[in-house]
T-cell receptor, first 113, second 112 residues
Framework: GENVEQHPSTLSVQEGDSAVIKCTYSDSASNYFPWYKQELGKRPQLIIDIRSNVGEKKDQRIAVTLNKTAKHFSLHITETQPEDSAVYFCAAGPSNTGNQFYFGTGTSLTVIP | DAGVIQSPRHEVTEMGQEVTLRCKPISGHDYLFWYRQTMMRGLELLIYFNNNVPIDDSGMPEDRFSAKMPNASFSTLKIQPSEPRDSAVYFC??????????FGPGTRLTVL
């Protein structure tokens, strides 16, 4: 089945700097790659996604890139703010092995004021 | 739309008791997922439904766990009997045909 790996597990940046989180996946049939932000005690919230027919997508300070050949995708947050502090999860799917998403293990991002 | 609705938001019970968690997906979403989240194991998929039919329950930890979806607007996850190691946050999520998946607020379960 699909295997999603996410790095780093923790990340600290100074306010205003950029943050990059990277994920790899194993199933070339996966065609949708969402990113979720989870604040402490809250639900995971969809913040951005990218489909396999697109290489890059941007929404204000957040961007996601996808390299299908290398099977990796990344989340880029620019001009980070303290409210960006949260755990971020990547996911991949659906694929030939099923319609579920396979989630990465999460990255705890801390933005230092 | 109110989003995915879950109840109760918090549940504290004693070992051996039956626990029932409830979920109302977003109207029109064809897929419904039950997840469990703990610090040790992260986010685990327990089971998912497509058009009310269970598709994959391989993540259900053992026979004490069962899930149903009697109609398109309601699903339950039942644990009987409950054990302390079942303590976790249980999320329900629903997904539309465009693959956008939204999570409910979760149920924080504590089994004493």
């Amino acid at each position: 089945g699909e295997n999603v790996e996410q790095h780093p597990s923790t990340l600290s940046v100074q306010e205003g700097d950029s943050a990059v989180i990277k994920c790899t996946y194993s199933d070339s049939a996966s065609n949708y790659f969402p990113w979720y932000k989870q604040e402490l005690g809250k639900r995971p919230q969809l913040i951005i996604d990218i489909r396999s027919n697109v290489g890059e997508k941007k929404d204000q300070r957040i961007a996601v890139t996808l390299n299908k050949t290398a099977k990796h995708f990344s989340l880029h947050i620019t001009e980070t703010q303290p409210e960006d502090s949260a755990v971020y999860f990547c996911a991949a799917g659906p694929s030939n092995t099923g319609n579920q998403f396979y989630f990465g293990t999460g990255t705890s991002l801390t933005v230092i004021p | 739309d109110a989003g995915v609705i879950q109840s109760p938001r918090h549940e504290v019970t004693e070992m051996g008791q039956e626990v029932t968690l409830r979920c109302k997906p977003i109207s029109g979403h064809d897929y419904l997922f039950w997840y469990r989240q703990t610090m040790m194991r992260g986010l685990e998929l327990l089971i998912y439904f497509n058009n009310n039919v269970p598709i994959d329950d391989s993540g259900m930890p053992e026979d004490r766990f069962s899930a149903k979806m009697p109609n398109a607007s309601f699903s339950t996850l039942k644990i009987q009997p409950s054990e302390p190691r079942d303590s976790a946050v249980y999320f329900c999520a629903s997904r539309d045909l465009a693959n956008e998946q939204f999570f409910g607020p979760g149920t924080r379960l504590t089994v004493l």
